[in-house]
């Protein structure tokens, strides 16, 4: 069976001054280092000028290298540096959703408070009026002067029944508002512990997430377990075919992962080509046939290119299992899961290893 991964990508050569100066550079190395190779008077004839030529093929050579560096700095920037901003300019465009929202909420939460109060000026005015209708009415001798006085009453009535109606309204205006901004902070905070590629938790959910194992295994005594999981020789795959081919090579086995776990697991990124997951109620033997149910099923798929039709062949993965012990801290079984990994890599890669 072959998974298809629908992309596009156009490889850059490098520039051809950038190769002919590498080119260049190559032959001034050579020549300076048969210069050296040579005995000490031979290095001593003079070029043009009164200047051996030891030295003037070391200028040439430190010539060639700074502009060898500026053209693969030219070069290689464009790429480079948009990748170091992405997760500074993620995390800034989060804290301001997170900053402009929480104002907004404020600004809501105020008009509420308005209006209650308001409201409550409005039942001590009428209050206010029933206690002098009360106090007028004893004193009035002609039924057409109580006639007067329950018309003032309920005219009030009919002015408080209009005040009601209308808090209500600016109540459920609010009501609702104040419902879309919360689901507003929800998807914010959600965005803060998802990784952007994947679409499964960070390093960020990840702990957090670990921690709460944790606390729930140690009140319940239950076993809880983690696997860390790693790519083989994923950069290979990243030079020969590119980072987008890469990208889609890694959301591929993100969602072979969340396809093969249990319900309750929590699969998350670790870093880079690395993942990890949490097994609530998973004792380190059961974990180890997930793993190996993970690993079974990425051998199985031979990737291939959509749009060039070019084979990736199969691509492996190898995995650390650890099971928490008694008392342990989170960074104590992420570093022996962490290891047993390293272990299944060092035994030749594609296989599972326990801690």
Known sequence: MQQFFQMHFIKRPLPAWTLSIALGFGFISAYAISLLSRPHSSTQHVAAGGVSAFTLA???????????????????????????????????????????????????????????????????????????????????????????IVGLLVAENHRMRLDSANMTKQLDASRLQIEGLRMRLERAQEVGLQDALTAVGNRRCFDVALLQAIKVADGSQAPLSIIMGDLD???????????????????????????????????????GEEFAIILPQCKAHEASAIAERIRHRLGAKSLTIRRTSQDIGLVTASFGVAQLLPGEHAENVIARADGALYAAKNAGRNRVALA
């Open 58 to 148: 070391i200028v040439i050579l430190l010539f060639f290298t700074v502009l060898l560096v500026i053209g693969g700095g030219v070069f290689y920037a464009p790429r480079i540096l948009p990748a170091l901003r992405k997760p500074a300019a993620t995390e800034a465009s989060q804290n301001k959703m997170l900053a402009q929202t929480g104002a907004l909420l404020s600004l809501e939460l105020g008009k509420v408070l308005g209006i209650i109060r308001a409201r409550m000026g409005s039942d001590e005015s009428y209050a206010i009026s029933l206690a002098n209708a009360q106090a007028r009415l004893a004193e009035l001798p002609t039924p057409e002067q109580v006639r007067v």
């Open 233 to 271: 020789r994923f950069k290979t795959i990243n030079d020969q075919y590119g980072h987008p081919v890469g990208d889609e090579v890694l959301k591929f086995f993100t969602q072979l992962m969340v396809a093969s776990v249990r319900e309750g697991d929590t699969v998350a990124r670790f870093g």
